[in-house]
Protein backbone atom coordinates (compact mmCIF):
# COMPACT_ATOMS: atom_id res chain seq x y z
CA UNK A 1 0.00 0.00 0.00
CA UNK A 2 1.44 3.76 -0.91
CA UNK A 3 1.27 5.36 2.91
CA UNK A 4 2.37 9.03 3.12
CA UNK A 5 2.99 10.05 7.15
CA UNK A 6 3.15 13.50 8.28
CA UNK A 7 5.73 14.37 10.81
CA UNK A 8 9.22 12.63 11.55
CA UNK A 9 9.07 12.56 15.37
CA UNK A 10 8.93 9.31 17.16
CA UNK A 11 5.60 8.74 16.47
CA UNK A 12 5.70 9.52 12.40
CA UNK A 13 9.15 8.31 11.54
CA UNK A 14 8.81 5.05 13.72
CA UNK A 15 6.03 4.32 12.36
CA UNK A 16 6.70 5.39 8.75
CA UNK A 17 9.99 2.86 8.97
CA UNK A 18 7.70 -0.03 10.32
CA UNK A 19 5.18 0.13 7.87
CA UNK A 20 8.01 0.25 5.04
CA UNK A 21 9.55 -2.80 6.80
CA UNK A 22 6.29 -4.88 6.55
CA UNK A 23 6.08 -4.06 3.08
CA UNK A 24 4.06 -0.72 2.29
CA UNK A 25 5.53 1.94 0.50
CA UNK A 26 5.66 4.89 2.87
CA UNK A 27 7.15 8.77 2.12
CA UNK A 28 7.61 10.48 5.13
CA UNK A 29 7.15 14.20 5.01
CA UNK A 30 7.95 17.36 7.25
CA UNK A 31 8.63 21.02 7.15
CA UNK A 32 12.18 20.48 8.98
CA UNK A 33 14.39 20.91 5.62
CA UNK A 34 17.45 20.07 7.80
CA UNK A 35 15.70 16.92 9.19
CA UNK A 36 14.73 15.67 5.80
CA UNK A 37 17.90 15.93 4.26
CA UNK A 38 19.51 14.10 7.27
CA UNK A 39 17.32 11.47 6.99
CA UNK A 40 17.91 11.27 3.17
CA UNK A 41 21.29 11.08 4.23
CA UNK A 42 20.57 8.28 6.89
CA UNK A 43 20.97 10.54 9.54
CA UNK A 44 18.66 10.12 12.72
CA UNK A 45 16.73 12.51 14.45
CA UNK A 46 16.75 10.45 17.94
CA UNK A 47 18.01 8.01 19.42
CA UNK A 48 16.07 4.99 19.38
CA UNK A 49 17.50 1.38 19.35
CA UNK A 50 16.81 -0.20 16.14
CA UNK A 51 15.48 2.90 14.04
CA UNK A 52 18.59 3.44 11.90
CA UNK A 53 18.77 0.07 11.13
CA UNK A 54 15.37 -0.20 10.05
CA UNK A 55 15.78 3.01 7.88
CA UNK A 56 18.52 2.19 6.29
CA UNK A 57 17.08 -1.16 5.26
CA UNK A 58 14.06 0.06 3.92
CA UNK A 59 15.75 2.83 2.47
CA UNK A 60 17.98 0.58 0.16
CA UNK A 61 14.81 -1.31 -1.11
CA UNK A 62 13.31 2.33 -1.66
CA UNK A 63 10.11 1.24 0.22
CA UNK A 64 11.19 4.72 2.47
CA UNK A 65 11.75 8.06 1.44
CA UNK A 66 11.46 11.73 3.46
CA UNK A 67 10.34 15.12 1.56
CA UNK A 68 9.62 18.41 2.51
CA UNK A 69 6.83 18.88 -0.66
CA UNK A 70 3.60 18.04 1.14
CA UNK A 71 1.81 18.67 -2.31
CA UNK A 72 3.40 15.50 -3.19
CA UNK A 73 2.73 13.59 -0.73
CA UNK A 74 -0.80 14.44 -0.40
CA UNK A 75 -1.42 13.40 -4.00
CA UNK A 76 0.90 10.09 -3.82
CA UNK A 77 -0.87 8.04 -1.16
CA UNK A 78 -4.32 6.83 -1.09
CA UNK A 79 -3.18 7.07 2.76
CA UNK A 80 -2.14 9.45 5.09
CA UNK A 81 -1.45 9.86 8.50
CA UNK A 82 -1.15 13.00 11.06
CA UNK A 83 1.81 12.26 13.39
CA UNK A 84 3.00 15.86 14.34
CA UNK A 85 3.05 17.37 17.15
CA UNK A 86 0.38 18.20 19.42
CA UNK A 87 2.41 20.74 22.20
CA UNK A 88 0.76 21.96 25.37
CA UNK A 89 -0.30 25.23 25.43
CA UNK A 90 -0.15 27.63 28.51
CA UNK A 91 -3.51 26.38 30.10
CA UNK A 92 -2.47 21.94 29.12
CA UNK A 93 -4.45 21.63 26.24
CA UNK A 94 -3.11 20.16 23.38
CA UNK A 95 -1.89 22.85 20.98
CA UNK A 96 -3.75 21.34 17.44
CA UNK A 97 -2.78 24.09 15.15
CA UNK A 98 0.21 21.59 13.27
CA UNK A 99 -2.87 18.80 13.11
CA UNK A 100 -5.32 21.47 11.49
CA UNK A 101 -2.32 23.05 9.15
CA UNK A 102 -1.67 19.32 8.06
CA UNK A 103 -5.56 18.65 7.35
CA UNK A 104 -5.67 22.16 5.50
CA UNK A 105 -2.65 20.82 3.26
CA UNK A 106 -4.14 17.65 3.00
CA UNK A 107 -7.89 19.19 1.31
CA UNK A 108 -5.80 21.48 -0.74
CA UNK A 109 -3.91 19.08 -2.70
CA UNK A 110 -6.19 15.98 -2.50
CA UNK A 111 -7.13 14.66 -6.46
CA UNK A 112 -9.35 11.57 -4.75
CA UNK A 113 -10.74 9.98 -2.12
CA UNK A 114 -8.39 9.59 1.05
CA UNK A 115 -8.31 7.97 4.77
CA UNK A 116 -6.85 10.12 7.30
CA UNK A 117 -5.54 8.39 10.64
CA UNK A 118 -4.89 10.65 13.23
CA UNK A 119 -1.78 8.74 14.89
CA UNK A 120 -1.14 11.77 17.17
CA UNK A 121 -2.34 12.11 20.58
CA UNK A 122 -5.09 14.80 20.67
CA UNK A 123 -7.93 15.45 22.45
CA UNK A 124 -11.51 13.98 22.17
CA UNK A 125 -13.19 15.78 19.18
CA UNK A 126 -9.87 16.20 16.87
CA UNK A 127 -11.21 13.93 14.12
CA UNK A 128 -14.31 16.11 13.85
CA UNK A 129 -12.29 19.36 13.88
CA UNK A 130 -9.77 17.34 10.98
CA UNK A 131 -13.12 16.57 9.17
CA UNK A 132 -14.28 20.01 9.33
CA UNK A 133 -11.71 21.56 8.09
CA UNK A 134 -11.33 19.03 4.98
CA UNK A 135 -14.77 19.75 3.94
CA UNK A 136 -14.39 23.56 4.23
CA UNK A 137 -11.46 23.84 2.19
CA UNK A 138 -13.13 21.05 -0.25
CA UNK A 139 -15.81 23.45 -0.27
CA UNK A 140 -13.88 26.06 -0.95
CA UNK A 141 -12.36 24.39 -3.75
CA UNK A 142 -15.28 23.28 -5.05
CA UNK A 143 -14.36 20.11 -4.91
CA UNK A 144 -16.30 16.77 -3.49
CA UNK A 145 -13.83 13.67 -3.02
CA UNK A 146 -14.36 11.48 -0.26
CA UNK A 147 -12.70 11.02 2.77
CA UNK A 148 -12.75 9.57 6.14
CA UNK A 149 -10.72 10.64 9.27
CA UNK A 150 -9.69 7.52 11.45
CA UNK A 151 -8.29 8.33 15.00
CA UNK A 152 -5.88 5.16 15.24
CA UNK A 153 -3.31 6.20 18.58
CA UNK A 154 -0.11 4.97 19.10
CA UNK A 155 1.15 3.62 22.52
CA UNK A 156 4.80 3.15 21.85
CA UNK A 157 7.63 3.75 24.39
CA UNK A 158 10.28 5.95 24.26
CA UNK A 159 13.75 3.44 23.89
CA UNK A 160 11.60 0.22 22.85
CA UNK A 161 9.21 2.48 20.01
CA UNK A 162 10.44 0.01 17.32
CA UNK A 163 9.62 -2.98 18.66
CA UNK A 164 6.16 -2.07 20.27
CA UNK A 165 5.38 -0.93 17.04
CA UNK A 166 6.02 -4.04 15.25
CA UNK A 167 4.86 -6.15 18.20
CA UNK A 168 1.48 -3.98 19.30
CA UNK A 169 -0.60 -4.93 22.07
CA UNK A 170 -3.42 -3.57 20.32
CA UNK A 171 -4.50 -2.08 17.19
CA UNK A 172 -7.59 0.71 18.02
CA UNK A 173 -9.14 2.05 15.18
CA UNK A 174 -11.70 4.60 15.48
CA UNK A 175 -14.16 4.37 12.38
CA UNK A 176 -17.87 4.22 11.39
CA UNK A 177 -16.52 3.69 8.10
CA UNK A 178 -16.47 0.08 7.00
CA UNK A 179 -14.15 1.66 4.00
CA UNK A 180 -11.68 2.98 6.29
CA UNK A 181 -11.80 -0.14 8.66
CA UNK A 182 -11.08 -2.06 5.40
CA UNK A 183 -8.33 0.08 4.61
CA UNK A 184 -6.11 0.34 8.37
CA UNK A 185 -7.27 -3.77 8.12
CA UNK A 186 -5.20 -4.50 5.22
CA UNK A 187 -2.75 -1.59 6.25
CA UNK A 188 -1.81 -3.40 9.77
CA UNK A 189 -2.49 -7.28 8.17
CA UNK A 190 1.05 -7.66 8.41
CA UNK A 191 1.51 -7.12 12.54
CA UNK A 192 -2.28 -8.61 13.05
CA UNK A 193 -1.44 -12.32 12.86
CA UNK A 194 -1.42 -14.63 15.46
CA UNK A 195 -4.61 -13.47 17.13
CA UNK A 196 -7.30 -10.19 16.17
CA UNK A 197 -5.77 -7.42 17.44
CA UNK A 198 -7.68 -4.47 15.91
CA UNK A 199 -10.36 -2.91 18.37
CA UNK A 200 -12.79 -0.91 15.96
CA UNK A 201 -14.82 1.99 17.88
CA UNK A 202 -15.63 4.85 17.61
CA UNK A 203 -13.48 7.42 16.81
CA UNK A 204 -14.39 9.53 20.07
CA UNK A 205 -13.97 6.66 21.94
CA UNK A 206 -10.81 5.85 20.06
CA UNK A 207 -9.14 9.12 20.91
CA UNK A 208 -10.08 8.94 24.93
CA UNK A 209 -8.56 5.43 24.76
CA UNK A 210 -5.53 6.73 24.56
CA UNK A 211 -5.68 9.54 27.08
CA UNK A 212 -7.15 7.02 29.54
CA UNK A 213 -4.24 4.69 28.96
CA UNK A 214 -1.46 7.09 29.73
CA UNK A 215 -3.55 8.78 32.27
CA UNK A 216 -4.02 5.40 34.27
CA UNK A 217 -0.15 4.68 34.21
CA UNK A 218 0.31 7.68 35.49
CA UNK A 219 -2.12 7.03 37.87
CA UNK A 220 -0.18 3.93 39.05
CA UNK A 221 3.38 5.69 39.43
CA UNK A 222 2.08 8.79 41.47
CA UNK A 223 -0.20 6.29 43.73
CA UNK A 224 3.54 4.50 44.34
CA UNK A 225 5.35 7.91 45.03
CA UNK A 226 2.92 9.09 47.28
CA UNK A 227 3.20 5.73 49.25
CA UNK A 228 6.97 5.80 48.99
CA UNK A 229 6.65 9.12 50.94
CA UNK A 230 4.24 7.10 53.67
CA UNK A 231 6.57 4.53 53.78
CA UNK A 232 9.80 6.57 54.79
CA UNK A 233 8.17 8.45 57.42
CA UNK A 234 6.82 5.19 58.98
CA UNK A 235 10.26 3.20 58.23
CA UNK A 236 8.74 0.90 56.18
CA UNK A 237 10.32 -0.29 52.63
CA UNK A 238 8.68 0.74 49.67
CA UNK A 239 10.59 -2.28 47.51
CA UNK A 240 8.94 -4.82 49.61
CA UNK A 241 5.87 -3.02 49.66
CA UNK A 242 6.11 -2.88 45.74
CA UNK A 243 6.87 -7.06 45.72
CA UNK A 244 3.94 -7.28 48.00
CA UNK A 245 1.42 -5.74 46.42
CA UNK A 246 2.82 -6.36 42.67
CA UNK A 247 2.07 -10.56 43.18
CA UNK A 248 -1.86 -9.40 43.18
CA UNK A 249 -2.21 -10.29 39.46
CA UNK A 250 -5.27 -7.52 39.81
CA UNK A 251 -2.72 -5.15 40.78
CA UNK A 252 0.66 -6.51 38.83
CA UNK A 253 4.65 -5.37 38.93
CA UNK A 254 4.20 -2.82 35.73
CA UNK A 255 4.49 0.20 36.65
CA UNK A 256 4.84 0.77 40.29
CA UNK A 257 8.44 1.67 40.34
CA UNK A 258 8.75 4.81 42.62
CA UNK A 259 11.16 7.27 41.73
CA UNK A 260 11.34 11.02 41.07
CA UNK A 261 8.23 11.46 39.07
CA UNK A 262 7.58 10.65 35.52
CA UNK A 263 8.34 12.59 32.67
CA UNK A 264 8.80 12.36 28.88
CA UNK A 265 6.74 13.84 26.71
CA UNK A 266 3.59 11.72 26.49
CA UNK A 267 2.95 11.65 30.40
CA UNK A 268 2.82 14.99 31.82
CA UNK A 269 1.38 16.58 28.53
CA UNK A 270 -1.19 13.93 28.54
CA UNK A 271 -2.15 14.08 31.76
CA UNK A 272 -2.78 18.26 31.47
CA UNK A 273 -4.43 17.76 28.23
CA UNK A 274 -7.04 15.30 29.72
CA UNK A 275 -7.48 17.42 32.86
CA UNK A 276 -8.58 20.33 30.61
CA UNK A 277 -11.01 18.59 28.37
CA UNK A 278 -12.64 17.61 31.53
CA UNK A 279 -12.87 20.84 32.97
CA UNK A 280 -13.85 21.98 29.67
CA UNK A 281 -16.69 19.67 30.05
CA UNK A 282 -17.72 20.69 33.13
CA UNK A 283 -16.09 17.84 35.33
CA UNK A 284 -13.39 18.51 37.78
CA UNK A 285 -11.21 15.47 37.38
CA UNK A 286 -9.95 15.73 40.96
CA UNK A 287 -8.15 12.38 41.06
CA UNK A 288 -6.15 13.31 37.97
CA UNK A 289 -5.72 16.76 39.60
CA UNK A 290 -3.66 15.18 42.69
CA UNK A 291 -1.97 12.53 40.22
CA UNK A 292 -0.80 16.07 38.65
CA UNK A 293 -0.26 17.74 42.11
CA UNK A 294 2.06 14.32 43.20
CA UNK A 295 4.41 14.16 40.19
CA UNK A 296 5.05 18.05 40.83
CA UNK A 297 6.25 17.41 43.99
CA UNK A 298 7.81 14.40 43.62
CA UNK A 299 10.63 16.12 41.34
CA UNK A 300 11.71 18.13 43.90
CA UNK A 301 11.83 14.93 46.37
CA UNK A 302 15.81 14.57 45.72
CA UNK A 303 16.58 17.98 45.60
CA UNK A 304 15.24 17.92 49.13
CA UNK A 305 16.42 14.91 50.28
CA UNK A 306 19.71 16.57 49.45
CA UNK A 307 19.75 19.95 50.44
CA UNK A 308 18.30 18.81 53.79
CA UNK A 309 21.30 16.44 54.47
CA UNK A 310 23.71 19.47 54.04
CA UNK A 311 20.95 22.08 56.15
CA UNK A 312 21.36 19.20 58.76
CA UNK A 313 24.81 19.38 59.27
CA UNK A 314 24.52 23.25 59.53
CA UNK A 315 25.99 23.36 55.86
CA UNK A 316 24.96 24.66 52.31
CA UNK A 317 25.13 23.24 48.78
CA UNK A 318 26.83 26.59 47.48
CA UNK A 319 30.59 25.18 46.78
CA UNK A 320 29.34 21.46 46.42
CA UNK A 321 30.13 19.34 43.69
CA UNK A 322 27.43 17.13 43.05
CA UNK A 323 27.78 14.34 40.74
CA UNK A 324 24.52 13.30 38.57
CA UNK A 325 24.08 9.95 36.96
CA UNK A 326 21.31 10.17 34.10
CA UNK A 327 19.98 12.86 32.31
CA UNK A 328 17.64 11.34 30.21
CA UNK A 329 13.69 10.99 31.42
CA UNK A 330 14.37 7.67 31.22
CA UNK A 331 17.03 4.92 29.99
CA UNK A 332 17.49 3.95 26.48
CA UNK A 333 16.40 7.51 25.06
CA UNK A 334 18.31 10.73 24.48
CA UNK A 335 14.71 12.54 25.40
CA UNK A 336 15.35 15.03 27.69
CA UNK A 337 11.52 16.72 27.38
CA UNK A 338 10.00 17.32 31.04
CA UNK A 339 13.20 15.41 32.78
CA UNK A 340 13.09 14.90 36.45
CA UNK A 341 16.69 15.54 35.77
CA UNK A 342 16.08 19.57 34.93
CA UNK A 343 14.17 19.87 38.08
CA UNK A 344 17.04 18.38 40.11
CA UNK A 345 19.90 20.61 37.95
CA UNK A 346 18.07 23.58 38.50
CA UNK A 347 17.25 23.56 42.09
CA UNK A 348 21.10 22.12 42.99
CA UNK A 349 22.62 25.78 40.77
CA UNK A 350 20.20 27.96 42.44
CA UNK A 351 21.70 26.74 45.86
CA UNK A 352 25.16 27.28 44.25
CA UNK A 353 26.14 24.04 43.45
CA UNK A 354 28.61 22.98 40.48
CA UNK A 355 26.98 19.65 38.88
CA UNK A 356 28.91 17.03 37.28
CA UNK A 357 27.01 15.16 34.78
CA UNK A 358 27.02 11.82 32.87
CA UNK A 359 24.60 10.14 30.60
CA UNK A 360 25.20 7.35 28.21
CA UNK A 361 23.47 9.23 25.69
CA UNK A 362 21.66 12.24 26.48
CA UNK A 363 24.94 14.68 27.21
CA UNK A 364 24.60 16.34 23.57
CA UNK A 365 20.98 17.27 24.23
CA UNK A 366 21.85 18.17 27.54
CA UNK A 367 24.56 20.42 26.00
CA UNK A 368 22.13 21.84 23.89
CA UNK A 369 19.27 22.47 26.61
CA UNK A 370 21.59 24.28 29.02
CA UNK A 371 24.73 25.44 26.39
CA UNK A 372 27.62 26.16 28.04
CA UNK A 373 28.01 27.67 31.93
CA UNK A 374 30.06 27.43 34.58
CA UNK A 375 28.74 25.18 36.88
CA UNK A 376 28.31 22.05 34.82
CA UNK A 377 30.78 19.68 33.67
CA UNK A 378 29.22 16.80 31.40
CA UNK A 379 31.76 13.71 31.25
CA UNK A 380 32.69 11.05 29.75
CA UNK A 381 31.88 8.08 32.10
CA UNK A 382 29.98 7.52 35.54
CA UNK A 383 33.33 7.70 37.28
CA UNK A 384 34.87 11.18 36.04
CA UNK A 385 31.49 12.30 37.44
CA UNK A 386 32.66 11.25 40.59
CA UNK A 387 36.25 12.95 40.84
CA UNK A 388 36.03 15.64 42.56
CA UNK A 389 32.89 15.36 43.46
CA UNK A 390 31.30 15.52 47.25
CA UNK A 391 27.99 13.28 46.38
CA UNK A 392 26.44 11.26 44.03
CA UNK A 393 22.94 11.79 42.98
CA UNK A 394 21.18 9.13 40.47
CA UNK A 395 18.30 10.31 38.24
CA UNK A 396 17.98 8.06 35.66
CA UNK A 397 17.92 4.52 35.95
CA UNK A 398 20.97 3.58 33.29
CA UNK A 399 22.09 -0.25 32.60
CA UNK A 400 25.38 0.67 33.25
CA UNK A 401 24.69 2.28 37.13
CA UNK A 402 23.31 -0.71 38.12
CA UNK A 403 26.72 -2.64 39.06
CA UNK A 404 29.44 0.43 40.64
CA UNK A 405 32.44 -0.48 42.08
CA UNK A 406 30.74 1.02 45.74
CA UNK A 407 34.54 1.11 46.74
CA UNK A 408 35.76 3.27 44.22
CA UNK A 409 32.62 5.38 44.88
CA UNK A 410 33.22 5.54 48.75
CA UNK A 411 36.73 6.53 47.93
CA UNK A 412 36.25 9.15 45.31
CA UNK A 413 32.98 11.14 47.30
CA UNK A 414 34.14 13.69 49.62
CA UNK A 415 31.36 13.70 51.96
CA UNK A 416 30.62 9.38 51.36
CA UNK A 417 26.80 9.53 50.57
CA UNK A 418 24.63 8.45 47.30
CA UNK A 419 21.03 9.94 46.86
CA UNK A 420 19.55 7.57 44.62
CA UNK A 421 16.19 8.27 42.70
CA UNK A 422 15.43 5.40 41.31
CA UNK A 423 16.36 3.15 44.37
CA UNK A 424 18.85 0.67 42.21
CA UNK A 425 20.81 -0.67 44.80
CA UNK A 426 20.40 -3.00 47.94
CA UNK A 427 20.92 -0.40 50.98
CA UNK A 428 22.75 -3.01 53.04
CA UNK A 429 25.16 -3.53 50.26
CA UNK A 430 26.15 -0.01 50.20
CA UNK A 431 26.21 0.65 53.48
CA UNK A 432 28.94 -1.75 54.14
CA UNK A 433 31.18 0.41 51.99
CA UNK A 434 31.03 3.09 53.79
CA UNK A 435 28.67 5.50 52.26
CA UNK A 436 26.06 6.50 53.09
CA UNK A 437 22.90 5.28 51.44
CA UNK A 438 19.75 7.78 50.68
CA UNK A 439 17.34 6.61 48.18
CA UNK A 440 13.25 6.90 47.63
CA UNK A 441 10.63 5.17 50.09
CA UNK A 442 13.31 3.04 52.41
CA UNK A 443 15.51 4.03 55.55
CA UNK A 444 18.44 5.84 54.99
CA UNK A 445 21.12 3.15 55.18
CA UNK A 446 24.93 3.77 56.26
CA UNK A 447 26.04 7.19 58.10
CA UNK A 448 24.32 8.79 60.90
CA UNK A 449 20.86 9.76 59.94
CA UNK A 450 18.69 12.38 61.70
CA UNK A 451 15.56 14.08 61.03
CA UNK A 452 16.85 15.33 57.54
CA UNK A 453 15.81 11.54 56.70
CA UNK A 454 12.15 12.76 55.27
CA UNK A 455 12.17 16.41 54.79
CA UNK A 456 9.36 16.74 52.89
C1 LIG B 1 4.52 6.47 27.59
C2 LIG B 1 3.60 5.22 27.50
O1 LIG B 1 4.22 4.11 28.15
C3 LIG B 1 3.32 4.90 26.06
O2 LIG B 1 2.41 3.80 25.98
C4 LIG B 1 2.70 6.12 25.40
O3 LIG B 1 2.44 5.87 24.04
C5 LIG B 1 3.63 7.33 25.54
O4 LIG B 1 3.92 7.55 26.91
P1 LIG B 1 7.13 6.95 27.35
O5 LIG B 1 6.83 8.39 27.60
O6 LIG B 1 8.08 6.61 26.27
O7 LIG B 1 5.79 6.15 27.03
O8 LIG B 1 7.73 6.40 28.72
P2 LIG B 1 7.41 5.28 29.81
O9 LIG B 1 8.36 4.16 29.66
O10 LIG B 1 5.98 4.93 29.85
O11 LIG B 1 7.84 6.08 31.14
C6 LIG B 1 7.24 7.32 31.47
C7 LIG B 1 7.80 7.90 32.73
O12 LIG B 1 7.34 7.19 33.87
C8 LIG B 1 9.32 7.90 32.84
O13 LIG B 1 9.74 9.15 33.36
C9 LIG B 1 9.61 6.78 33.82
O14 LIG B 1 10.82 6.97 34.51
C10 LIG B 1 8.42 6.87 34.73
N1 LIG B 1 8.09 5.62 35.43
C11 LIG B 1 7.67 4.54 34.72
C12 LIG B 1 8.19 5.56 36.82
O15 LIG B 1 8.57 6.53 37.48
N2 LIG B 1 7.82 4.39 37.44
C13 LIG B 1 7.39 3.30 36.77
O16 LIG B 1 7.07 2.29 37.42
C14 LIG B 1 7.32 3.37 35.36
Request: charged residues 25%.
Amino acid sequence: MKVTVFGTGYVGLVQGAVLADAGHHVLCVDVDADKVAGLQAGRMPIHEPGLEALVHRTQQLGRLDFTTDAAEGVRRSPVIFLAVGTPPDEDGSADLQYVLAVARTIATHMDGPRTVINKSTVPVGTADKVAQVLRQVLAERGADHVFDVVSNPEFLKEGAAVADCQRPDRIIVGTDSPRAEAQLRELYAPFNRNHDKIVVMDVKSAELTKYAANAMLATKISFMNEIANIAERMGADIEAVRRGIGSDPRIGYHFIYPGVGYGGSCFPKDVKALIHTAQEAGFEPTLLDAVEARNRAQREVLFSKISAHYAARGGSLAGKTVAVWGLAFKPNTDDMREAPSRNLLQALWQAGATVQAHDPVAMAEARRIFGERPDLRLVDSPMAALQGADCLAIVTEWQSFRVPDFDELAQALTDRIVFDGRNLYDPAVVARHGLTYVSIGRPVRGEPAGDWLNPV
